[in-house]
C-alpha cells in the first residue's frame, strides 16, 4: 500500500474549509477549531461525532506536561486507552517523555483520523496505534507492559447531557461507568489518569481508593473557565495548579 492510498480519508471523515460545510449540530465548534488543533488549517481530519470528544490543544498539553513530570521514573509507556482523533496521543508524544505511546480507539474511521493528525503535527513514529476495544488491548496486545505503564483514559461521557447535571454521577455514565473503567485499569496499573466531566462527584471519586490513598483531582480551564478534571490515581507526584 502507497502512502498516497493510506492518506484517503473514509466516507465518515471530513476536513471542514468553510462553516457552510459543517453540520449545524457541530457548528457551535466551528469557532472552536483552532483551539482543539492548532493547526487544523493544514488539513486537520475529524468525523463530525469526534467535534465532541477532542481535548482542547491547550488542555491536552497540559494534562502531557502533569503526566509526564509527576510519574515515577521506572513508568516508560503511556497507553492512551480511548484516542479519538488523537489530541491527546498527540500531545503526549511531544512531551519527549514516553519510550513508546500506545493509542487505542474502537472506530476506525476516527482511528484514521488520529493517524492522520499525528503525521501533521510529525510524532506519527512515537506512536503504536491499535483499533479495538481497549479493555481487550490490555489483556491480550499489551499484557506485559503493566509495569512500565500509565493508562490515560478519557472515556465517552453519555454525550452531551452530562452538562444539565449540577453533579455528574460517574456510577451511571455510559457506556462504561466508573467502577467498571478503575477495575479494569486498576488491574492493569496502578497508575491510571481518567479525564471525566468537570461536574464529577468527587466523593464516588475518592470511594474508590482505601484508608491511606488518595487520590489527586485536577481541573483543567481555559480562559478562566473549567474544561474537564483529571483524576490521578497512583504515586504521582504532582504540584497543583500552574
Same mark, same amino acid.
Given at each position: 500500500?502507497? %502512502?498516497? @492510498? ?9 476536513h471542514y474549509s468553510d462553516i457552510g460545510e ?10 472552536? #477549531? ?6 487544523? %488549517? ?13 481535548? $482542547? ?8 506536561? *502533569? ?26 508524544? &511531544? ?20 493517524? *492522520? ?11 503504536t496505534w491499535f483499533e479495538g476495544d481497549c ?6 496486545h499489551l499484557k506485559d507492559l503493566g509495569f512500565? @505503564?500509565?493508562?490515560?483514559? @478519557?472515556? $465517552? ?5 452530562? #452538562? ?21 485499569? @486498576?488491574?492493569?496499573?496502578? *497508575? ?5 466531566? #468537570?461536574?464529577?462527584?468527587? #466523593?464516588?471519586?475518592? &470511594? ?5 490513598? *488518595? ?28
Amino acid at each position: 500500500m502507497t %502512502e498516497e @492510498s493510506e492518506e484517503i480519508a473514509p466516507p465518515e471523515v471530513h476536513h471542514y474549509s468553510d462553516i457552510g460545510e459543517v453540520p449545524w449540530d457541530i457548528q457551535n465548534y466551528w469557532s472552536q #477549531r483552532h483551539r482543539i488543533f492548532s493547526k487544523y %488549517e493544514e488539513g486537520i481530519w475529524l468525523t463530525d461525532d469526534a467535534w465532541f470528544g477532542v481535548t $482542547p490543544e491547550p488542555v491536552a498539553n497540559k494534562i502531557a506536561e *502533569h503526566i509526564s513530570t509527576s510519574t515515577p521514573k521506572d513508568k516508560v509507556v503511556l497507553i492512551d486507552a480511548f484516542a479519538g482523533a488523537g489530541g491527546n496521543s498527540i500531545a503526549f508524544a &511531544k512531551s519527549g517523555r514516553w519510550k513508546r505511546v500506545y493509542a487505542i480507539e474502537k472506530d476506525p474511521a476516527v482511528l484514521a483520523c488520529a493517524k *492522520h493528525n499525528a503525521k501533521i503535527y510529525g510524532v506519527q513514529s512515537k506512536i503504536t496505534w491499535f483499533e479495538g476495544d481497549c479493555f481487550e488491548i490490555l489483556k491480550t496486545h499489551l499484557k506485559d507492559l503493566g509495569f512500565y @505503564s500509565v493508562v490515560f483514559a @478519557s472515556p $465517552p461521557w453519555g454525550g452531551p447531557g452530562y #452538562r444539565s447535571d449540577e453533579v455528574f454521577n460517574l456510577q451511571t455514565m455510559e457506556p462504561y461507568s466508573l467502577g467498571h473503567l478503575y477495575r479494569e485499569y @486498576s488491574a492493569f496499573s496502578k *497508575h491510571i489518569v481518567l479525564y471525566l466531566p #468537570r461536574t464529577s462527584d468527587l #466523593r464516588q471519586l475518592a &470511594k474508590l481508593v482505601g484508608d491511606g490513598n *488518595h487520590v489527586i483531582v485536577e481541573h483543567y480551564c481555559i480562559e478562566g473557565a473549567s474544561k474537564a478534571i483529571c483524576a490521578y490515581y497512583g504515586d504521582f507526584k504532582l504540584t497543583l495548579s500552574d
